[in-house]
């Protein structure tokens, strides 16, 4: 008679045992999922954004990661990326670089971060900024932060940010400050 207590026990110790290993690996599977995990990784990445047979925008990047099933589709470049803004003569007008970058592929929208820098290259305007938005759509970049614009005419700074269009044209600083070079009149 002391055989069935005994047997009793052992059943619910091990019955315990294999759900607290179920709840375990479903607590698993939802961690580990398909939505976390990249679908698609690269390395040294050339885009081409063309527009009849012409380059428009080129964007090189390091790494590359896709999250497609996410719940708001995206992709990272974890190690910063390069975009170049050509005009219909396919000569260079802008750049953007950043440390960091995520694409959210359905709303056309880039995400800059860590020393973010644009350059016009016919002016000679340059950026500085740690985050920067690029609306493809809309053809704009622009920030809600700290951002320094140097240019032949001096130093300014925008304390809530600026706005531009993707070529680094038109930019306007938010919260403007700086330094105006004026030439000597002698």
């Known amino acids: 008679m002391m055989r069935i207590p005994y047997i009793i026990a052992i059943l619910l110790v091990s019955l ?111 950026l500085n900024t740690e985050e920067l938005y690029w609306d493809e759509e809309k053809e704009l970049i622009y920030s809600d932060v700290y951002t320094k614009v140097q240019n032949q005419d001096g130093t300014f700074y925008g304390k809530r940010g600026f706005e531009a269009f993707q070529d680094f044209s038109n930019w306007q600083l938010k919260g403007t400050s700086g330094t105006v070079n004026v030439p000597n009149e002698e």
């Open 16 to 126: 315990g045992l294999s759900k607290g290993c179920e709840n375990d690996i479903e607590r698993i599977n939802l961690l580990t999922s398909d939505m976390e995990a990249p679908t698609i990784s690269g390395s040294n990445v050339n885009v081409i954004y063309s527009d009849s047979g012409k380059v428009k925008v080129q964007i090189l990047a390091a790494t590359y990661e896709q999250y497609p099933k996410a719940e708001r589709p995206y992709m990272e470049f974890p190690d910063g990326m390069e975009v170049f803004f050509y005009n219909d003569s396919m000569k260079m007008e802008s750049a953007i670089r950043s440390d960091y970058a995520i694409y959210y592929s359905e709303e056309k929208l880039w995400h800059a971060t860590g020393n973010v820098e644009v350059q016009k290259y016919s002016s000679g305007d340059a």
